[in-house]
């Protein structure tokens, strides 16, 4: 009798998460295309209209997916309930966990599969988007804050201005500045080029060196070629352009890193990197939400009032992410905090409506 009315619940939730991801997908893709519609011209428009939005479907996947699987919560118990079902369920004496338990298992097998979704499909699903996007129809947004090389660099007390090249290759046309405690100035050198030879060890060619005393008196040397110990591998200057949330994991922890021996900002990229993971863990505890309130006693308008509390979670949901994120971007607020919270939050008021529903906290019924 519980396996059975296991696979019946398992099927009911499916059966509606399917609906509803694909209805709002569908709303999306095509709202997005109304609103876009006279962007796309030019030879060959169609075909690529067509490839952008199958890539922009598998990014909305991952986007609304929580969504969708919040609100199939609340739906798939409102219509159970509707049709007498829980009330049936309840006089056979199977409690409010007869329901939590397969959807809880439902959305916690989804929340790995979106993970594994975004990590392996969506990152690169959105850089063809951005690709065809900016190639195709000549729309670059905020592109070049992405994609634009970074030149300025700083480890300890070395600041370094590499205007042209790449680690593998060598810079061209540099400047090392190295800085006192106080942040004056102690010496600038230039150089035409700077490769590396070993380790941290660099060779310069062409190259002027300013050394600055406390006194305001200035020496300079000028070499052909010198060799440096800048305390800095190629590796240090290995930083990715593009977009952190169209990075895989690897990469960001390996960006995260370097961009934190330069002395570059890594807030976004670790934001990016803990939503990874909570963004589509915190439908687990929405989903959980939605089924307590469409449990409670009482409740009129099942499957509208269903949609409605599903939209509201949604909407808190995503206010606590905006909100969050914009603490952590303006440095009141860790990004693994920010990130976690709105989850944290949701599952406090999922576990306290469970535990009114099994009668544990106010007395309350089922």
């Keep these: 009798m519980k396996g059975t009315l296991f696979r019946y619940v398992v099927r009911?939730?499916?059966?509606?998460?399917v609906g509803i991801l694909a209805a709002v997908i569908s709303i999306f893709l095509v709202v997005d295309f109304v609103d876009r519609a006279r962007q796309y011209t030019g030879?060959?428009?169609?075909?690529?209209v067509v490839v952008l939005y199958a890539n922009k479907a598998l990014v909305a996947t991952q986007q609304l997916g929580p969504v969708a699987l919040?609100?199939?919560?609340?739906?798939?118990?409102?219509s159970l309930r509707k049709r007498g079902e829980v009330t049936a369920m309840r006089s056979l004496t199977f409690g409010p966990n007869a329901l939590y338990l397969p959807i809880a298992l439902?959305?916690?097998?989804?929340?790995v599969g979106l993970i594994a979704f975004d990590e392996w499909v969506v990152v690169k699903a959105s850089q063809r988007v951005e690709e065809i996007t900016t190639q195709r129809f000549n729309r670059w947004g905020d592109w070049g804050v992405y994609h634009t090389p970074k030149q300025w660099f700083?480890?300890?007390?070395?600041i370094f201005y590499l205007r042209r090249g790449n680690a593998q290759e060598g810079f061209e046309n540099v400047a090392i500045l190295t800085v006192t405690p106080e942040f004056r100035l102690a010496r600038r050198v230039d150089a035409e080029t700077m490769r590396s030879v070993e380790g941290t060890r660099w060779m310069l060619g062409g190259v002027v060196e300013r050394s600055f005393t406390k006194d305001g008196k200035s020496q300079v040397r000028q070499m052909a070629?010198?060799?440096?110990?800048?305390?800095?591998?190629?590796?240090?200057?290995?930083?990715?352009?593009?977009r952190p949330e169209q990075m895989r994991i690897p990469v960001?922890?390996?960006q995260i890193r370097v961009r934190g021996e330069v002395g570059r900002d890594t807030r976004q990229f670790s934001l990016v990197l803990h939503n990874r993971f909570a963004h589509p863990m915190a439908s687990l505890p929405a989903a959980l939400l939605a089924v307590g309130l469409a449990l409670r006693p009482g409740r009129k308008g099942h499957l509208t009032v269903a949609?409605?509390?599903?939209?509201?979670?949604?909407?808190?949901?995503?206010?606590l992410m905006v909100v969050t994120r914009t603490l952590a971007l303006s440095e009141r607020m860790s990004p693994a905090v920010a990130a976690w919270f709105p989850v944290a939050l949701l599952s406090v008021a999922a576990a306290l409506l469970w535990l009114r529903g099994e009668g544990r906290l106010g007395g309350g019924g089922a």
Excluded at 43 to 48: A, C, S
Excluded at 227 to 242: A, M, S
Aim: hydrophobic letters at 45%; aromatic letters at 10%; glycine letters at 12%.
């Design 12 to 17: 009911t939730y499916l059966q509606f998460a």
């Design 307 to 319: 949609i409605v509390e599903g939209l509201l979670i949604s909407v808190l949901m995503w206010g």
């Design 154 to 158: 700083r480890k300890g007390d070395q």
């Design 252 to 254: 960001l922890r390996e």
């Design 70 to 78: 919040l609100l199939a919560a609340g739906t798939s118990v409102s």
């Design 106 to 111: 439902c959305v916690g097998l989804a929340c």
């Design 43 to 48: 030879e060959g428009w169609l075909w690529n």
């Design 225 to 242: 070629e010198a060799e440096y110990d800048l305390g800095v591998t190629p590796h240090t200057f290995r930083l990715r352009p593009g």
